[in-house]
């Protein structure tokens, strides 16, 4: 095939390839008059800022519409990297993009923050789960190399959608990854509204992002646990501004809510002020709200240390050291437990829970311990409001369980009559695909 003839761009140069991602050369009549009788700048023919104006350009339109690395004319693409930051997304980095480059979140981002019914405190742990569950379907939708994905462990991650086999990653490239993924289905062939085993990655990109312009947003409505077993309630909505399999747009919004989990190799909690890490002592010092946190003889340890003496009360913060002795009825002399061979945790088991069922943990906790052989250690923790929880960047997903309801969705995007546009052959407005 012989190269296609440069057309005239008078802000860009090599409109010239092999292959185009929607087919032909794109075409910037429209857009160069909307930049005439917009800017705010005319620079001066052949000046330095004309020409960084034109290179950017010329770059943009490269990273969007050309297929085959040995047609971009702008960058080193061996050794060219672009850094993207996202307030919501981690590891927007990578060797090689499903669509060409990284995905660009400004336009879904502003769809969330607008559609949103929760805003969840910086640092919490419905924050951190938030962004983990956004940076986790990125990279499952966009990043191709398995040694790119960064939220996952890659080998030994599961997924199962609505009680279905779990699938490997490998095993989801192969029914067409993403939407068809999440869209399958025991229906009749020939009463579905979208088939999964018609479509391939790159169409399904296609059929849902013609059809939600603005993205497909999700938020975490509730955190019930945290890790290593994160369970959550999420709503995904976007809205309908663009033909779906033949039906028209409707405008109006799309939506579904379900629940999820999601087990991760391991989590670590950070505590403090301002992102600082808190040890003992600084709880000591900034105690003000006071809770009992049982501590079971058959406890595994996991959240804290094993003490088969008991207690070092010297090496505590005098405030803990005082309120144990406190709730326990000992004095501050008497270091040893009576009991050898007891597990003694510092938890932070309560923190997990919602401030308001805090006190209903507790009862039942003290109830318990009427029952059956538990030890408590009164103490002091920082308000609420100063505690960050966070997930380790080191943590890794290792499966992942979604259910949900397909019809919520599907049904919303059937409500249009027949439309003579066809989605699959309609071109996205934009190869970085939005999604979540």
Same mark, same amino acid.
């Given at each position: ?7 005239? @761009?008078? +802000?860009? /140069?090599? #409109?010239?390839? =092999?292959?185009? &991602? *929607? %087919?032909?050369? !794109? $075409? ?57 930051? @996202?307030? +919501?997304? /981690?590891? #927007?980095?990578? =060797?090689?993009? &499903? *669509? %060409?480059?990284? !995905? $660009? ?63 490997? #990653? ?6 067409? %990854?993403?939407?068809? $993924? ?255």
């Amino acid at each position: 095939m012989e190269p296609l003839a440069s057309d005239s @761009d008078k +802000y860009r /140069s090599f #409109l010239d390839a =092999e292959e185009w &991602r *929607f %087919g032909a050369p !794109p $075409n910037y009549d429209v857009v160069n008059k909307l930049f005439e009788e917009g800017r705010t700048k005319i620079w001066p023919p052949g000046s330095l800022e004309e020409e960084v104006q034109n290179l950017v350009k010329t770059w943009e339109m490269e990273m969007f519409h050309k297929v085959r690395p040995e047609d971009v004319k702008t960058c080193d693409v061996k050794n060219f990297r672009i850094s993207v930051n @996202d307030k +919501y997304r /981690s590891f #927007l980095d990578a =060797e090689e993009w &499903r *669509f %060409g480059a990284p !995905p $660009n979140y400004d336009v879904v981002n502003k769809l969330f923050e607008e559609g949103r019914t929760k805003i969840w405190p910086p640092g919490s742990l419905e924050e951190e789960v938030q962004n983990l569950v956004k940076t986790w379907e990125m990279e499952m939708f966009h990043k191709v190399r398995p040694e790119d994905v960064k939220t996952c462990d890659v080998k030994n991650f599961r997924i199962s959608v609505n009680g279905r086999k779990p699938l490997s #990653l490998q095993e989801v490239a192969k029914i067409g %990854g993403g939407y068809n $993924n999440f869209l399958q289905t025991s229906l009749p062939e020939k009463l579905r509204c979208y088939d999964p085993a018609e479509e391939t990655n790159d169409s399904s990109q296609k059929i849902f992002t013609t059809t939600f312009l603005r993205g497909f947003a999700v938020e975490i409505l509730q955190v019930y646990s945290g890790p290593p077993v994160i369970v959550y309630k999420f709503r995904h909505w976007g809205f309908m501004e663009g033909p779906f399999k033949g039906h028209a747009p409707t405008g109006e919004k799309a939506e579904f809510i379900g629940m999820a989990i999601f087990e991760v190799s391991q989590s670590l909690f950070v505590f403090g002020r301002s992102g600082a890490t808190a040890d003992l002592a600084s709880l000591g010092r900034e105690a003000e709200t006071a809770m009992v946190l049982p501590v079971s003889l058959e406890s595994t340890g996991r959240m804290g240390g094993r003490c088969n003496n008991g207690p070092n009360l010297a090496a505590m913060p005098q405030k803990i050291a005082a309120s144990w002795c406190d709730a326990t009825g000992r004095k501050s002399s008497g270091l040893v437990a009576e009991e050898e061979g007891t597990l003694w945790i510092f938890s932070a088991l309560l923190m997990l829970l919602p401030v308001d069922d805090r006190a209903h943990a507790l009862m039942m906790a003290v109830e318990a311990a009427s029952r059956r052989r538990y030890i408590y250690i009164y103490t002091k923790l920082i308000p609420s409001d100063h505690v960050l929880m966070q997930l380790n960047h080191e943590s890794k997903v290792v499966k992942v369980e979604f259910f949900y309801d397909r019809g919520e969705l599907l049904a919303g995007l059937i409500k249009g009559g027949s439309s003579e546009d066809s989605t699959s052959e309609m071109p996205s407005g934009c190869p970085f695909s939005k999604t979540t």
